[in-house]
């Protein structure tokens, strides 16, 4: 276990609300304007705007506004921090209450519903440990329904150690493809060179994996 890293629910809050308390949305390393990669995928898979569409860990990522503006009606963001969320409510407007809003922890959440599309940018990079893997597996498999389609991108294996002063892990596709096998098939990969608010070059691993019959 990494010194200093936060081990349970009210530290990882803590940790992600000060996140963005100091930074602010469009300062994270991660912000993009346009969520490019994700809005690629989902063309390339041909999802339409009534897919039930969850983005974990969305926080105050703009990937909501642009489902929005496609018309997508079945949205939902879910963060452990309320900041993130507050921050993202209040850019949307009006718009926000046409939006799932869900205040949970990743590792501890119990899905009360399913959706078709499970999209997650640089959430698992940061589960260093087999268990929180596991949790992350779990929820994963209890929140799809049939068919769905799940697109998650972390650290490519030549990306940043750490983020947000902590540990990750770094994956290349074939690695991280892994990481959901047997469960889940590699559908398409892709490798994006983030450029920061800052100006550096973060590589990043984009999987779509579907559940095996």
Known sequence: MAANRPTNQAERAAHWNLVYDTKGEDAVSWYQSVPTKTL?????LGV????????????ASVVVDHLLARGFGDVSVLDLSRVAIERARAR????AERVHWLHRDLLGWAPE?????????????FLIEDEERRAYLRTLRAGLAPGARVIVATFD????THCSR???ARYSAADLAA?????????????????????LIQPFTWVVLTARA
């Open 157 to 160: 294996a030549d990306g940043p």
């Open 166 to 168: 902590l540990p990750v």
């Open 40 to 44: 690629e995928l989902f063309d390339v």
């Open 48 to 59: 339409g705007p009534d897919a039930a569409v969850i983005d974990v860990g969305g926080g």
């Open 113 to 125: 519903r399913r959706y078709d599309v499970w999209h997650d940018r640089a959430v698992f990079h």
């Open 179 to 199: 990481q959901f096998a047997p469960d889940f098939e590699l559908v398409t990969s892709r490798r994006e060179e983030h450029v920061t608010p800052a100006g």
């Open 92 to 95: 949307l407007g009006a718009d």
